[in-house]
Every structure is written in C-alpha cells, then in structure tokens.
Antibody, heavy 119, light 108 residues
Framework: EVQLVESGGGLVQPGGSLRLSCAVS????????MSWVRQAPGKGLEWVSV???????YYADSVKGRFTISRHNSKNTVDLQMNSLRAEDTALYYC?????????????WGQGALVTVSS | EIVMTQSPATLSASPGERATLSCRAN??????LAWYQHLPGQAPRLLIY???TRATDIPARFSGSGSGTEFTLTISSLQSEDFAVYYC??????????FGQGTKVDIK
C-alpha cells in the first residue's frame, strides 16, 4: 500500500525557517518524481517544487531562492527546506508523487502539513 | 506561465443529475490535463489524466474530454460522495505546472 506522511509543520515568524519531511512507503523515492503542492487558506492548489529521479529540481517563481527540495534515499523521504518565510507562505503543504517529467500530474498524495507564518 | 480558468466557480446540483465542469487554458496544452477531486480534510484524488483517461479505481461516471485549450469533466449521475471541489491541472512541458482555481459542486 502506498502511503505518504508529511511532518514538520508548525507556527513560524516571518523571516524564519521550517523544514517539512515526507515519509514514503510503497515505492522508492529515488526511482520516482516527487513534488510539493500547497493550498493557502480559502485558496486553490499551487504546485511548489519537484525533484526528479535524476536529482534535477524545479521551483515555482513564488518560492525560488527561498525553498529547497531534497530527498534522502536511505530514509525514503523527501524534504522541503523553507527559508525567509512570508505570511503568504501560510498553507497546507502536500507531498505528492509525480508520474513522470513529461506527465507532471500527481497520482499519490499525503494528508498535508500545516505551515503558519505569523508574528 | 500557463493560466488555467475553471467555470463555473460553484455548481449546484441534485443527486442523480449530470454535472459538467469546464476548464480553459490560455494556450494550447495538447492533452496534458488532469482533474482532481478534493474533499474537505482529505488529500486531493486524481480522477483523470491525459484529458480523458480515468485513474485507477475511478468510477465510470467520471469522464473527461477536450484537447488544446478547452476541457470538460462530466459526472454522469451525481452521487452523495461526489459533492466536492474539483481542480484541473496542466502539465504541458516542464514546470511550472498550474492548477485552475477550482469548481465547487454542492447540493442544490
């Protein structure tokens, strides 16, 4: 059975940092393409970042230079390091498997980790 | 960045009725479109990819059509569990991949 479980969410002040982690079971992250997608309160879904099996990464313009996606093959996890956080980064962050680089849809999702940026 | 626009924002319908949701891209995305169902407190669920291919275990009452810039998700006969928010998403070429703003299907 495939499971994705996010952790690391919480309350952080503007300008602060937070690291989310996504623990995966049922498939190997190193052989797959993994994304983070977020949903701000009352808003729709927004793709944030992807890491390819070869290690290549992409970011939404809204987070480029502030967020870093990485994976830990031995733990079978994918992380999102978030720096210089802003109020507009407040959202529920989902980890999701991306089918492939040219089929960039998301077939498995976690339940999400809530990040609140507020003073 | 490709902009996706969904309509209507809210669709009110009764169980058993047919629901038709629209999604438009501001440039051609071929058939590189997915649809998701999102229930409150749950993870989004993939319904359709490739504009018209149902994902695993998705009931046949869900169907997708379209190509280029105009796409449709049809629910042939609404069931109680179908009242949710639906998003379309384009994945044409490399990221950024973008979602529509969502259509809420609620009970009339």
């Amino acid at each position: 059975e495939v499971q994705l479980v996010e952790s690391g969410g919480g309350l952080v002040q503007p300008g602060g940092s937070l690291r989310l982690s996504c623990a995966v079971s049922g498939f190997t992250v190193s052989n797959n393409y993994m994304s983070w997608v977020r949903q701000a309160p009352g808003k729709g879904l927004e793709w944030v970042s992807v890491i390819y099996s070869g290690g290549g990464t992409y970011y939404a313009d809204s987070v480029k230079g502030r967020f870093t996606i990485s994976r830990h093959n031995s733990k079978n996890t994918v992380d999102l390091q978030m720096n210089s956080l802003r109020a507009e980064d407040t959202a529920l962050y989902y980890c999701a498997r991306t089918r492939s680089p040219l089929s960039g849809f998301f077939d498995f999702w976690g339940q999400g980790a809530l990040v609140t940026v507020s003073s | 960045e490709i902009v996706m626009t969904q309509s209507p924002a809210t669709l009110s319908a009764s169980p058993g009725e047919r629901a038709t949701l629209s999604c438009r891209a501001n440039q051609s995305i071929s058939s590189n479109l997915a649809w998701y169902q999102h229930l409150p407190g749950q993870a989004p669920r993939l319904l359709i990819y490739g504009a018209s291919t149902r994902a695993t275990d998705i009931p046949a009452r869900f169907s997708g059509s379209g190509s280029g810039t105009e796409f449709t998700l049809t629910i042939s006969s609404l069931q109680s569990e179908d009242f949710a928010v639906y998003y379309c998403q384009q994945y044409n070429n490399r990221p950024p991949w973008t979602f529509g703003q969502g259509t809420k299907v609620d009970i009339k």
